[in-house]
């Protein structure tokens, strides 16, 4: 079975409980037999977003699994070099795993586990950048069957059109200035920015580059998805603080002739 891992703990003097991601049953917690000691069953192959080909032996009682045998597929080394890939794609993947339900196979997970596979892969060829964040972060939700509707307003279900556009981050999307009337709804959406969203859901990851976001709209963009994220998934992200600073950093060595340059 295909796997990806996503966080590795060690137990007692040899063994190691393993958090994998499956496209066929979710989240899988299992237990790897001796894996500080065998080298010939797991040759390397229990690190941090590695893909494996995995052998799982059901344990009775309701016990958690056995990790039988785990051959590496491919280790996404060049990622793991760099602050900002490595930021991204922990938040990416913690976005993911929080939300993929355990052992709960749905039609939707091979989407999920094909999505972290093409970010993995994406992240050793590209630099990412705050759009890159942004674009990522609506993907995954999208992959996990939770995309905030940017065409059509929620409240009327007419294709939403004009200067001022609404966000409902609750409702789940944009809402037409007819609908939105004279209430106050915080959140702007410009239509180049929905209509940049949208791109950015069709794009290949590793393209995303190639998007144009930038300045005003992406800061629209970036709290769009930023607020419908913390709002319909319900939990602080623990990569959140890190992504943030290695993204900064990268910024500042970007550009180091100070803060005028645009975004
Ligand atoms: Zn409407």
Known sequence: MPALVLRTVEFGEADRIVHLLTPTRGRVTAMAKHARRSVRRFPGSLDL???????????????????????LVRPFL??????????????????????????????????????????????????????????????????????????????????????????HVADGGVVCPRCAGAEELPLQASLGTLRALEQGLRFPLAELPRLALGGPS???????????????????????????????????????????RAA
Do not use: W
């Open 218 to 260: 992406l800061r629209e963009a970036h709290q769009i998805v930023g607020r419908f994220q913390r709002y319909h998934v319900g939990i602080e992200l623990r990569s959140e603080r890190f992504l943030n600073q290695v993204l900064q950093a990268a910024r500042g060595r970007a550009a180091p002739s100070g803060p005028t």
């Open 78 to 167: 060049a990622l793991r070099q760099d602050a900002a890939r490595y930021g991204l794609a922990c938040y990416g993947i913690e976005l993911l795993s929080r939300l993929a339900p355990e052992e709960g196979a749905g039609p939707e997970m091979q989407g999920v586990f094909d999505f972290a596979l093409e970010l993995l892969d994406a992240l050793e060829r590209v630099q990412p950048d705050e759009r890159m964040r942004v674009l990522v972060e609506l993907r995954a939700l999208d992959a996990l069957g939770m995309r905030p509707e940017l065409r059509f307003c929620v409240r009327c279900g007419r294709e939403a059109e004009g200067p001022k556009l609404r966000f």
């Open 49 to 71: 977003f590695n893909e494996l080909r995995v052998k799982l032996h059901p344990r009775r009682r309701g016990g958690m699994p056995l990790l039988d045998r785990a051959r």
